[in-house]
Nanobody
Framework: QVQLVESGGGLVQAGGSLRLSCAAS????????MAWYRQAPGKQRELVAT???????NYADSVKGRFTISRDNAKNTVYLQMNGLKSEDTAVYYC???????????????WGQGTQVTVSS
């Protein structure tokens, strides 16, 4: 029962762009908080960006001005537009939702399986 599926990762040169997508298998309309995290080899998972139900956003200092998080409730999808990529952005990127409504059931603390982003310098 997969609730979140990421896509859009890949290999890109420094300075390039990628757009990650996170498709939910249920409704995200009432999700209070959705986010993107990332985990680089040998490092702890870190928060990259969040977006609330009211579309308020917050970013890690390391990505401010370069990354943009957005959500499309009609498509049950969250996006992460990444511009000006740097080698230090290389990581597995994970999507998170505090809750997703599937049928009549709330799924809490949902994570995707991750998508690899590799930035070559």
């Amino acid at each position: 029962q997969v609730q979140l599926v990421e896509s859009g990762g890949g290999l890109v040169q420094a300075g390039g762009s990628l757009r990650l997508s996170c498709a939910a298998s249920g409704s995200i309309f009432s999700s209070n908080s959705m986010a993107w995290y990332r985990q680089a080899p040998g490092k702890q998972r870190e928060l990259v960006a969040t977006i609330t139900r009211g579309d308020a956003t917050n970013y890690a200092d390391s990505v401010k001005g370069r990354f943009t998080i957005s959500r499309d409730n009609a498509k049950n999808t969250v996006y992460l537009q990444m511009n000006g990529l740097k080698s230090e952005d290389t990581a597995v990127y994970y999507c998170y939702a505090d809750r997703i409504l599937t049928g009549f059931t709330w799924r809490l603390d949902c994570w995707g399986q991750g998508t690899q982003v590799t930035v070559s310098s």
